[in-house]
């Protein structure tokens, strides 16, 4: 079956950076475009950037343009999101996600928390 499995969350100071990973299984990874969405408590899940199945082309949220990165091995089916000059606006809880449907359906991952705090 479908999975998606996200790693790297965790707590960073003002500034620094982070790199979050998520492991696909159960599909053809690289036929898939994947994205990153994060959400805060009470709000709306927001997407953060988005890649094609060969990783030829990207787009970012105009929150993190610049500053965050969206890439994948496709050898290893997985997807990641490099993260750098985070703020306390990036505070939020992380998710992968299937961005094409597999059989009609937009699969997510469980989500990593990212907490950005000195």
């Known amino acids: 079956q479908v999975k998606l499995v996200e790693s790297g969350g965790g707590l960073v100071q003002p500034g620094g950076s982070l790199r979050l990973s998520c492991a696909a299984s159960?599909?053809?990874?690289?036929?898939?475009?994947m994205s990153w969405y994060r959400q805060v408590l009470r709000k709306e899940r927001e997407l953060v950037a988005r890649?094609?199945?060969?990783?030829?082309?990207?787009n970012y949220a105009a929150a993190v343009k610049g500053r965050f990165t969206i890439s994948r091995d496709n050898a290893k089916n997985t997807v990641y999101l490099q993260m750098n000059g985070l703020n306390a606006e990036d505070t939020a809880v992380y998710y992968c996600?299937?961005?094409?449907?597999?059989?009609?359906?937009?699969?997510w991952g469980q989500g990593t928390q990212v907490t950005v705090s000195s």
């Open positions: 159960g599909f053809a990874f690289d036929m898939y475009a």
């Open positions: 890649i094609s199945g060969r990783g030829s082309i990207s």
């Open positions: 996600k299937t961005e094409t449907p597999i059989a009609g359906i937009y699969y």
